[in-house]
């Protein structure tokens, strides 16, 4: 008899020894906490009744559903997005986050989920060139802690005034008050979330698209605690699920008329 329960004890043991050093697995997620900013129109907002709206949310949701995991989404403001993934307040951030090398020693990523570039929007018809020469003595609006900001102080730091804002809907109230001669931020949530408004309607695009792989990175993906390498899986498998299945070009169709997954 003691022969048998030395013998249960240790295969106990080293059980719990294997479980404590094997990875988590798949099942054991079975709700994720979503961190988003819930200030970045079309891509996550708050409405008028307080509800978290926009692709990132849509995107989200259908991925946690083809994971076939609960999910709870918290709004955190951009400057402390990364420290609170650090301080495992959620568990992912999907809040149209680009991928770089700087994030990179953070923080881990998924595959890209979208990529769009970045322009400058200035009122109509203020003949500006987006240039060194051409930008000389403008003063540019653009969101904080982002790789615009980034992209605007290595670029033309030295030719412009730069304003930075908390939220890029406060960068776009001071280009129609005036206080800002152009704003600089993605394409996409200029277009939906300013130039068709009524706000936006005697603004326009200047100048080229920017993509630069320095500063804008791999596109937009989900970032993740270091050594969550199960949960990234999950999410990678995912996203080509909901693509492959259309599920990812239906919510594209519902905020734009173009494919934002890029090439």
């Keep these: 008899m003691k022969q048998f329960q030395k013998l249960f004890l240790s295969i106990i043991m080293m059980a ?4 404590l050093n094997s990875p988590v ?5 079975d709700k994720v906490r979503i961190g ?3 200030a970045y129109p079309p891509f996550n907002y708050v409405d008028k009744d307080g509800n978290l709206q926009g ?7 259908a991925l946690c559903e083809e994971m076939g995991v609960k999910y709870e989404f918290v709004v ?4 402390g997005i990364i420290p609170g ?9 999907i809040a149209s986050m680009s991928i770089t090398e700087e994030r990179k020693q953070k923080v881990d990523f998924t595959e890209k989920y979208y990529l769009t570039p970045a322009r400058f929007v200035a009122k109509k018809g203020a003949d500006i060139e987006i240039s060194t020469e051409g930008l000389k003595g403008k003063t540019v609006g653009v969101q904080r802690a982002t790789i615009h900001e980034n992209f605007l102080r290595d670029n033309f730091g030295k030719s ?3 304003k930075s804002y908390a939220t890029q809907d406060e960068a776009n109230m001071d280009l129609v008050s005036g206080r800002v001669d152009l704003v600089i931020a993605d394409a996409t949530v200029l277009l939906g979330g300013f130039l068709e408004t009524d706000a936006g309607a005697g603004y326009a695009f200047v100048g080229p698209g920017f993509t630069d792989k320095e500063w804008f990175g791999e596109g937009i993906g989900i970032a993740l605690r270091k050594g969550d390498d199960a949960l990234r899986k999950m999410f990678n498998e995912a996203i080509q699920g909901i693509r492959k299945k259309g599920i990812y070009q239906k919510i594209n169709a519902k905020y734009f008329d173009f494919d934002v997954y890029g090439d």
């Design 16 to 19: 719990i020894a294997l479980a």
């Design 85 to 93: 993934l650090m301080a495992k307040k959620y568990d992912a951030i």
């Design 25 to 29: 697995s798949a099942g054991e997620w």
């Design 76 to 79: 955190q403001d951009w400057d």
């Design 36 to 38: 988003t900013e819930g």
């Design 55 to 61: 692709f990132d949310i849509d995107i989200a949701k």
């Design 160 to 162: 412009v005034d730069i």
